[in-house]
């Protein structure tokens, strides 16, 4: 993103956690994406939402899924800790904290870390739907094209981060 390329240091800090989350975190491609897309609804992130909606899709989250993440309400037809993942995004900004019973349930299927992993993804994704909705930042024109899932870019980066075996010439 072009952007934050006009703030080089924020731009490799930004970078920086946001590859922790994409990569690293211990979420499926699943979680993130679900984590990923309501806060993309709530805060009303077109930017957030088109990218991520083709990464979604990629991993195999149906149309109805994606339509359920944008309603007021999750439906019933998600699993416990999938429905506890988007009613913790709902509760965290609507008060600032998650309630006891979706907590419950969140803690019964992830240790600490994953926990963790969880609150801080909600928060990155918040902020990132905060400042790109602030700058007014527009879909490239080729969106499809900068929209592969994390675990793709990753094995792409880590691809050119290869030393390139020697050659010999005999």
């Known amino acids: 993103m072009m952007t934050l390329a006009q703030h080089p ?4 800090a930004s970078n920086d956690f946001g590859k922790y989350i994409l990569v690293e975190a211990n ?9 990923v897309l309501r ?8 930017h957030q939402w088109t990218h991520h909606v083709l990464s979604a899709r990629k991993i195999g989250m149906t ?13 019933n037809s998600w699993v416990d800790d999938e429905r506890a993942l988007i009613l913790a995004v ?16 969140l803690s019964s299927k992830h240790d600490h870390r994953n926990m963790m ?6 928060g990155l994704f918040t902020m990132n739907a905060w400042a790109f909705n602030a700058m007014g930042i527009e ?3 080729d969106v499809a094209e900068y ?17 390139s075996k020697p050659t010999t010439d005999i």
Do not use: C, M
């Open 147 to 163: 929209s592969k899932p994390a675990d793709e870019l990753a094995r792409a980066l880590a691809d050119t981060a290869q030393p």
């Open 117 to 122: 992993d969880i609150l801080y993804a909600i």
């Open 63 to 75: 149309e109805d899924e994606l339509s359920d993440l944008a309603q007021s309400q999750p439906s």
């Open 9 to 12: 240091r924020l731009a490799i």
């Open 90 to 105: 709902d509760q965290l900004i609507t008060n600032g904290q998650i309630e006891d019973a979706t907590w419950a349930i």
């Open 27 to 35: 979420l499926t491609p699943r979680q993130r994406e679900i984590i």
């Open 139 to 141: 879909l490239e024109p």
């Open 39 to 46: 806060v993309a609804w709530r805060f009303h992130s077109d």
